[in-house]
């Protein structure tokens, strides 16, 4: 079966042999035209003293999910939801084992303050454009950090790069066709008997060259265009020094070529990217770490914990002690909370169990504001890359008896659910 998922995809650079010589002029008229693009793009300076509105709302299809197990629909709830990086679609993760991709409707580039505001109680917006159903539930996934098919931003559009990767239990690392919905490759790892073993977590380097996949006191990397078996493997428990646990979240730096892992283990470990040499042990979280997240300049690292209601920032130039600390209700759930910081880099946005989007000043961790995103925990949130949107996911594990599954199936339209949000900004005032 793997050989045959290896031998029927390709990866993100469409496997076709180019001449290097016209790969690199290629590459090099392409960063130019994109910096270019940037330079004359502004950025959206994102408003807080205003709530943000609901322009499109998803809810009923992620509980028409067939039964499973003798278990009630009603039962699935979204478990994060990410942008892709050129900001023309998003991705949900549910616990029916399954990804849906949703594609940013056209009006919503053309002025989407004409669009009327989603109503919560109504259908959805519009339906998934396409799900991937994995076989076991979903550990982790990620969008490959080059991906271009929307023009919107970017000069060049490139099909080729449209993929997105993830690992579930009892599974190699997969990487999906974001348009078709087939299986490009994967990624596998074996233990000590030769058997396939999970990847807990999963990241693509800034260039997009090498996939970084987390495991118990190790990690993996492997060669995005080499898929199968091959990698290099690095152990992470060196003496004190590295995480005791579960690799959970990475995040690489934008700048200084610094990678940060989060454990279970309540720690974190800066890397750096090139040898995975430890740089910095970072301790302070009171429960496993969920979360990692480099700031815009690359100078601070967000690390997020389950059943820690804080939110730790440390300065990576002098790591002696916290900076500062930001508050989210998380301490009573073991779910992932996602945050997520906007594309100017001035404030961070994260989910808690009270249903509230709360929102922070980067510049000293002051609470700025907070709005109801849904009715029960908003567990994964992200900003567009460049547009003045947000997207939020909301819903938890529900527990009855048998003959409760009716009232399971009578959620309200504002329990787990995902959402899309406006916000006002410079352009629009």
């Not at 990866?11 to 590459?27: Q, T, Y």
């Not at 008229?29 to 300076?45: D, F, I, L, T």
């Not at 790069?161 to 919905?181: E, Q």
Request: hydrophobic letters at 35%; aromatic letters at 12%; charged letters at 20%.
């Amino acid at each position: 079966m793997a050989a045959a998922e290896e031998a029927a995809a390709a990866p993100p650079d469409g496997g076709a042999e180019s001449d290097p010589a016209e790969m690199s002029l290629a590459g090099v008229m392409e960063g130019e035209e994109r910096e270019a693009a940037a330079a004359e793009y502004s950025w959206p300076q994102l408003h807080f003293d205003r709530p943000p509105r609901r322009l499109y709302h998803f809810a009923r299809q992620f509980r028409s999910v067939a039964p499973a197990a003798g278990s009630g629909s009603g039962e699935n709830f979204l478990k994060g939801v990410k942008w892709s990086p050129d900001g023309s679609s998003f991705l949900t993760s549910s616990d029916d084992n399954s990804l849906r991709l949703f594609y940013l409707p056209e009006d919503a580039y053309g002025g989407a303050e004409h669009v009327a505001e989603a109503s919560v109680g109504d259908q959805d917006s519009y339906g998934a454009f396409l799900q991937v159903n994995e076989g076991e539930p979903v550990y982790d996934f990620c969008w490959y950090p080059c991906m271009s098919l929307s023009g919107v931003l970017f000069v060049f559009a490139d099909p080729a790069t449209c993929v997105f990767a993830s690992t579930s239990r009892d599974h190699p690392i997969h990487l999906w066709d974001a348009t078709s919905r087939e299986l490009r490759c994967t990624y596998r790892a074996y233990d000590a008997m030769d058997e396939i073993t999970a990847a807990l977590s999963i990241a693509f380097n800034s260039t997009g060259s090498k996939l970084f996949a987390g495991y118990n006191k190790a990690m993996r990397v492997f060669d995005v265009h080499r898929p199968g078996r091959d990698f290099d493997q690095y152990s992470l428990l060196k003496g004190d020094e590295g995480p005791t646990g579960i690799v959970s979240s990475m995040s690489f730096s934008p700048h200084n070529g610094m990678l940060a892992v989060g454990s279970y283990s309540q720690t974190t470990v800066v890397y750096a990217e090139s040898n995975m040499e430890a740089l910095y042990v970072l301790h302070g979280q009171l429960g496993g770490v969920t979360q990692v997240l480099f700031s815009k300049d690359g100078n601070y690292l967000y690390t997020g914990g389950r059943k820690d209601p804080y939110i730790l920032c440390w300065d990576i130039r002098n790591t002696v002690d916290i900076v500062y600390k930001l508050y989210r209700t998380a301490d009573t759930t073991n779910q992932r909370i996602y945050f997520d910081i906007e594309p100017c880099g001035r404030h961070l946005a994260t989910g808690g169990q009270d249903g509230m989007v709360h929102v922070y000043d980067l510049q000293g961790g002051q609470w700025v504001t907070g709005f109801q995103a849904a009715a029960d925990t908003v567990n994964g949130f992200s900003f567009h890359p460049y547009l003045p949107f947000a997207a939020t996911s909301s819903g938890h594990r529900r527990f009855g008896m048998q003959d409760e599954f009716e009232e399971e199936l009578n959620l309200a339209g504002d329990e787990n659910c995902c959402s899309v949000w406006m916000f006002p900004s410079l352009q629009e005032a």
